[in-house]
């Protein structure tokens, strides 16, 4: 069982900048890394996913701010979020998943303030 570890939030501003990192105790190398958050009382929603061969989409709320990576070397996932809006206030969650199964993280709070 692959653990996900993730860090980097914390509270913003508007308009500031967080960068969130995933580091998996296992390999990522065949797998769809992905990032999704939810609000309170909101709905989990996907915010970006990247394939194993490296394609990256995001949500349309996101597309031009946020920036999804991975390091397959160092087994770890980075969602770079600029440009932040009030509306990003989440708990953001890290996701590993093939054909055989997935994993969650933790889970990691994100608050940008007005």
């Known amino acids: 069982q692959v653990q996900l570890v993730e860090s980097g939030g914390g509270l913003v501003q508007a308009g500031g900048s967080l960068r969130l990192s995933c580091a998996a105790s296992g390999s990522i190398l065949s797998f769809t890394m992905s990032w999704f958050r939810q609000a309170p009382g909101k709905q989990r929603e996907l915010v970006a996913s990247i394939t194993s061969s490296g394609r990256a989409d995001y949500r349309d709320s996101v597309k031009g701010r946020f920036t999804i990576s991975r390091d397959n070397a160092k087994n770890t996932v980075a969602l770079q979020m600029n440009s932040l809006k009030p509306e990003d206030t989440g708990t953001y969650y890290c996701?590993?998943?093939?054909?055989?199964?997935?994993?969650w993280g933790q889970g990691t709070q994100v608050t940008v303030s007005s």
């Open positions: 996701f590993r998943t093939n054909a055989l199964g997935s994993s």
